[in-house]
């Protein structure tokens, strides 16, 4: 939907001969199959119709965030709450909450699903943040992704941020929206240049630190003592990751 060229180091399928708009119909059956998939592996599983209800919501709510993330454009309405929503829907429920929900039901472990799904959506709030990080200060070799952010205007972690520090600058603020949500290279190079210049860069290292050191307590201490291992593996897997 953002027109990337790469995608976990790998050509957008969108991108290649032959495939164009017919990506939308193959990833449509790709969706048709999940279904299908479950029953068959799981006929008699106890838990079968609340894991195919766990994925419907999944799929609503992520399609709700990519509407959300889609139709951010106005720099006026770039909020922290405004942030949150989109990462909630378009990030923390499938990254982390319903792999971690169909985990518990799988194992009949379905007691302390609200404590779950706090935990999943707080490290989903890492993730994205770091993604939103990677894509404007990040290694496109590295990372494997095309870095579009800054000219799609998305409302990302790195723009709520510059924006928190450049609003009583009414100079500054003006030359970011001039500049902001361009696709002409030079314009995104002065974005980026008053990005820089606000210190984001070091104020998301020290957002990360901290939120990181949340996790790790909460997993240490989570109620569910077989996932504590699993969840500080998940920390240990982000924290300070370069892709």
């Known amino acids: 939907m953002d027109d990337a ?32 998939v479950i029953r068959e592996a799981i006929p008699q599983h106890p838990h ?38 989109i990462v ?14 169909l985990g518990c039901y799988l194992a009949d472990n379905i007691c302390y699903m609200t404590e779950v799904q706090r935990f999943a959506y707080k490290i989903g709030r890492l993730f994205q943040a770091q993604d939103d990080f990677l894509d404007v200060f990040g290694d496109e070799t590295v990372t ?16 709520c941020r510059t924006l928190d520090k450049i609003r009583s ?5 003006k030359e970011f929206k001039e500049n902001f949500g361009q696709s002409d ?24 630190q901290k939120l990181a050191q949340e996790l790790y307590r909460d997993a240490d201490n989570f109620i569910i003592q077989e996932l504590c291992t699993v969840l500080r593996n998940a920390i240990d897997s982000l924290y300070d990751r370069k892709k």
């Open 5 to 36: 060229k790469l995608r976990r180091g790998k050509p957008c399928w969108h991108t290649l001969p032959g495939i164009g708009l017919n990506a939308i119909n193959d990833g449509l059956l790709l969706d048709c199959s999940i279904d299908w």
């Open 48 to 85: 079968q119709a609340t894991i195919l209800q766990t994925l419907y919501e999944t799929k609503r709510k992520t399609v709700i965030g990519q509407m959300l993330d889609s139709d951010s454009v106005d720099l006026d309405l770039y909020t922290w709450e405004r942030y949150n929503q």
């Open 88 to 101: 909630e829907h378009k990030t923390s429920h499938y990254t982390y909450y319903c792999p971690l929900a």
């Open 144 to 159: 494997g992704k095309s870095s579009t952010d800054l000219a799609d205007r998305k409302c990302s972690w790195v723009v």
């Open 169 to 173: 600058d009414s100079n500054k603020l």
């Open 185 to 208: 290279e030079s314009r995104i190079r002065i974005a980026k240049r008053i990005i820089c210049e606000a210190e984001v860069e070091k104020d998301f290292k020290d957002f990360q």
